[in-house]
């Protein structure tokens, strides 16, 4: 799931050769003195440990044009997943599959992501339990019943994908298969033990 280099190869290219009066020199070289001379905010975060890697190694124009865009913000491409998924194609939602977190199909990565630094690990805007409970309430007040899962008061991503995922719900693996990573027989199953 991981993002690797070689997916954007091609990319940092075509920006390059193509894009944004930006010199070869300017782009391969260390961080991009042109932008953060001015932008103290942003040159300010590129030594925060958490901050998106492009960032961090001064890489603006990878997406950010340099004279001017029909998108917010000079930005490559418009809206927030359509510039990430240029480099993060396995997070890419599929229009119309079922099997896309709800609203993320039409959506944004910026629910959850920041841009160039949150303070967090993966640029989340909150902690990943908050993140999710945030948004859903019904399942935070199961929560808060008598006998919650453990499972589920630790991490919602012990069970589901935050991304688009090959299973229902957003589920990592099958239902039987996710309750076996951790029991080691479905509780479901111990009662019929002693037939077995
Ligand atoms: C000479 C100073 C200077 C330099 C160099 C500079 N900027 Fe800016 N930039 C500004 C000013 C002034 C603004 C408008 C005020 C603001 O939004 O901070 C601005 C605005 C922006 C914005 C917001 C645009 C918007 O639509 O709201 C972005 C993004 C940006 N600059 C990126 C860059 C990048 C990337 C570079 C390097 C290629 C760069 N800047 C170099 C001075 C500069
Ligand atoms: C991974 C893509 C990416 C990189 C790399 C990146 N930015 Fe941005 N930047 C964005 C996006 C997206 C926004 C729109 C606002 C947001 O979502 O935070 C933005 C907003 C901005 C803004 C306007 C809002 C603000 O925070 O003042 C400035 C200025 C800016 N960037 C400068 C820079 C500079 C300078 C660098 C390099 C040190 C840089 N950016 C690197 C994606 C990027
Ligand atoms: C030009 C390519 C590029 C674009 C565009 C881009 N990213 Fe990234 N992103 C990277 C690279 C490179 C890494 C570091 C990957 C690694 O270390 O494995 C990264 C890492 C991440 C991570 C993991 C953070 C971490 O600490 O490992 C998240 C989350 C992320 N990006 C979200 C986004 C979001 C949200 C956007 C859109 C605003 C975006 N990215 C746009 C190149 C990009
Ligand atoms: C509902 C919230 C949410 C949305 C929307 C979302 N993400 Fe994430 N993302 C997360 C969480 C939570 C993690 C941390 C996952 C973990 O720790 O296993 C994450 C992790 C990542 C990572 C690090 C690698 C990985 O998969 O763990 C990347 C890259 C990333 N997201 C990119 C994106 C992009 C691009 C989009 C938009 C297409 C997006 N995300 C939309 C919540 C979200
Ligand atoms: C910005 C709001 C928001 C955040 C944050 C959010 N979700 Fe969702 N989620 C939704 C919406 C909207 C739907 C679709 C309607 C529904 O099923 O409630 C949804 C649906 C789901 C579904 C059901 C998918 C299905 O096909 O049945 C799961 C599972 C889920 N989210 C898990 C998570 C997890 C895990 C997190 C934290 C990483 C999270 N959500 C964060 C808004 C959010
Ligand atoms: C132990 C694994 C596991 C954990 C942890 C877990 N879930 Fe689920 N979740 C499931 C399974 C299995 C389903 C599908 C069957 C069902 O609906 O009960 C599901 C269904 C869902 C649905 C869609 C159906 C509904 O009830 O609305 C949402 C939304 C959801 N989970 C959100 C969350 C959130 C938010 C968390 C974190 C508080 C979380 N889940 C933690 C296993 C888990
Ligand atoms: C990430 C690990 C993990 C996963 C995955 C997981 N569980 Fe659990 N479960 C726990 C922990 C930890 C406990 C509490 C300790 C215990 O009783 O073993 C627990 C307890 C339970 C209990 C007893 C609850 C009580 O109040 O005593 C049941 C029933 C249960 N899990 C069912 C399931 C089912 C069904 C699934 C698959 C949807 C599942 N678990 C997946 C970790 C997990």
Same mark, same amino acid.
């Given at each position: 799931m991981r993002f690797h280099f070689r997916q954007f190869t091609p990319f940092i290219a075509f920006l390059v050769f193509?894009?944004?009066?930006? $010199?070869n020199a300017s782009v391969s070289g260390?961080?991009?003195k042109k932008c953060t001379a001015c932008h103290a905010t942003a040159a300010a975060l590129q030594s925060s440990p958490t901050a998106h890697k492009p960032l961090r190694e001064g890489r603006c124009q990878w997406c950010h044009k340099t004279h001017g865009s029909a998108n917010a913000n000079i930005l490559h491409a418009g809206g927030g997943r359509d510039l990430c998924v240029i480099c993060h194609k396995a997070q890419k939602p599929v229009e119309g599959e079922k099997e896309n977190h709800g609203f993320s199909a039409?959506?944004?990565? $910026?629910v959850c992501h920041a841009s160039h630094d949150s303070g967090r690990k993966n640029l989340l805007l909150k902690e990943p339990q908050e993140l999710c409970l945030s948004c859903h309430e019904p399942i935070k007040n199961r929560l808060a019943?008598?006998?919650?899962?453990a499972a589920a008061v630790d991490s919602c991503i012990n069970c589901h994908n935050p991304h688009p995922s090959a299973s229902e719900h957003l589920l990592k693996a099958k239902p039987t298969d996710l309750c076996s990573a951790c029991h080691e027989?479905?509780?479901?199953q111990k009662p019929m033990r002693g037939w077995l």
């Open positions: 193509c894009c944004a009066g930006v $010199s260390g961080p991009d039409k959506g944004e990565c $910026s019943l008598a006998h919650p899962h027989i479905a509780p479901w």
